[in-house]
């Protein structure tokens, strides 16, 4: 009977530490499918990787490094240092690797590799998501990887497969290859009272999970004390599986949560909250098709502060951030909901006027001019006034390509500078 008791206290233990391990390799496993939905949201470009990685790598925790591999060679990998050797590596060809490279691509699901010895020392294993990117015709079409690489103690320690005093393990997984059981972590076997042998899923395969009481060798007066805390074990597993049945649905809030705020910083200037330049360019895109299949009709205007430099280095950076900040405010409120203002750049504005024909969109730039003219900035014991130079161009369907149209609009706030400044000019197509 005692024996029967603790081993059911050994079992529920095992449970709980198997699940502990396969909710925390889940949560790890999101940084790539954060990373690849990043990619596929900026059709193929991430153009701050090193910033969105470091996000991931803090926040989320345990990871060796995160990699990017278009058309399976290693690209970008952050942290770099001690990674430099894997740049320009061809996953789909090293042999070691390619055959879940090519069973990630295949099934268009994340794949599993490892463990395998670092180079910079320790055991990880890799995480390997295919990004597939929507062509014209809507079909997929293979990308490459976003990759993490994960530290196999890490995920030994948050579930507490740790050997102690009191319990070893064994952490194995069927070989994909052999089919045979590899031991992964801990003892080729155990003898003993023994725990059932619990199934942790991963993706593309299966690991197993055993661990035994060491203390139980003969029925000592440390036997019947291992039983007692067995129980107390037991109960405290009872209580922690009920929470473990939740975290399914919280991985997956924590996943969406962490996408969203990335994908934001992809799209957004974090220092003014407005739409940043590839957004900017992603929008003015859409404007373009709808002017040549739908015969619409929007303007884009090229917006540069003048005098912005002075403030800059009078009071300082600290300043000129803080003038930004407000500046931003005045523009938007003086333009639609349904109008795209961006930040370029610096002191370069951008603004995309939906559904506008040319002479109305005038009177709109006209009220922002005028809105920033009426702006004081005011620095500790100093006040300033802004001026803005605005260049205008059309999106018709007579215009066909994207630089074009920004080109257009940039020659056009060069001559409204070139005018004497804090004027709003017009391109034509004999005017530049």
């Not at 003898?191 to 060491?214: A, C, H, M, Y």
């Not at 139980?216 to 805390?229: A, D, K, R, V």
């Not at 739908?294 to 951030?321: P, R, S």
Request: proline content about 2%; overall charge neutral; some cysteine.
């Amino acid at each position: 009977m005692w024996h029967d008791q603790h081993l059911v206290g050994l079992n529920k233990i095992g449970l709980m530490q198997s699940l502990y391990f396969e909710r925390h390799l889940k949560k790890t496993l999101s940084a790539a499918y954060i990373l690849g939905s990043i990619v596929k949201h900026q059709h193929g470009r991430l153009d701050q990787f090193d910033t969105y990685a470091e996000d991931l790598y803090k926040s989320i925790g345990g990871i060796s490094s995160l990699e990017l591999s278009p058309n399976g060679i290693i690209e970008k990998i952050y942290p770099l240092k001690g990674h430099e050797k894997a740049i320009g590596h061809n996953i789909i060809q090293n042999d070691a690797r390619k055959k879940e490279a090519k069973l990630a691509i295949d099934s268009k699901q994340l794949t599993l590799a490892g463990p395998f010895q670092l180079i910079e020392g320790g055991i990880a294993v890799v995480g390997r998501y295919p990004i597939f990117l929507k062509t014209e015709n809507n079909s997929n079409s293979f990308w490459g990887f976003s990759t993490v690489l994960i530290y196999l103690n890490e995920l030994l320690r948050t579930a507490g497969i740790q050997e102690n005093n009191k319990f070893e393990y064994r952490l194995a997984r069927i070989h994909p290859d052999t089919g045979k059981t590899e031991v992964i972590y801990g003892h080729q076997s155990l003898t003993g009272l023994v725990s059932s042998q619990f199934k942790i899923n991963v993706p593309n395969g299966e690991w197993l999970l055993q661990l035994r009481d060491k203390t139980l060798s003969s029925q000592t007066p440390l036997y019947y004390f291992g039983i007692f805390i067995a129980l107390v074990l037991a109960l405290t597993c009872s209580i922690s599986l009920f929470t473990l049945m939740k975290q399914p649905r919280l991985l997956t809030k924590l996943v969406e949560n962490k996408t969203a705020q990335l994908e934001r910083m992809a799209l957004f200037d974090s220092l003014t909250g407005l739409a940043n330049r590839y957004e900017f360019e992603r929008q003015a895109e859409r404007l373009l098709l709808s002017a040549k299949h739908e015969n619409q009709e929007h303007v884009l205007c090229y917006m540069d502060l003048d005098q912005f430099k002075v403030i800059n280095d009078t009071c300082g950076h600290v300043a000129g951030d803080e003038l930004l900040r407000q500046l931003c405010q005045v523009l938007k409120n003086n333009v639609r909901k349904s109008d795209t203002l961006c930040r370029m750049g610096g002191d370069e504005f951008g603004l995309l006027i939906e559904n506008c024909a040319l002479e109305d969109a005038k009177h709109i730039v006209e009220f922002i001019h005028v809105a920033v003219q009426g702006f004081r900035f005011i620095w500790k014991d100093k006040t300033f006034q802004i001026g803005i130079s605005i260049g205008m161009a059309n999106i018709d369907k007579n215009v066909q390509e994207l630089t074009d149209l920004i080109s257009r609009a940039d020659a056009a706030c060069y001559k409204a500078k070139g005018s004497g400044r804090n004027r709003i000019h017009t391109f034509f197509s004999d005017s530049a």
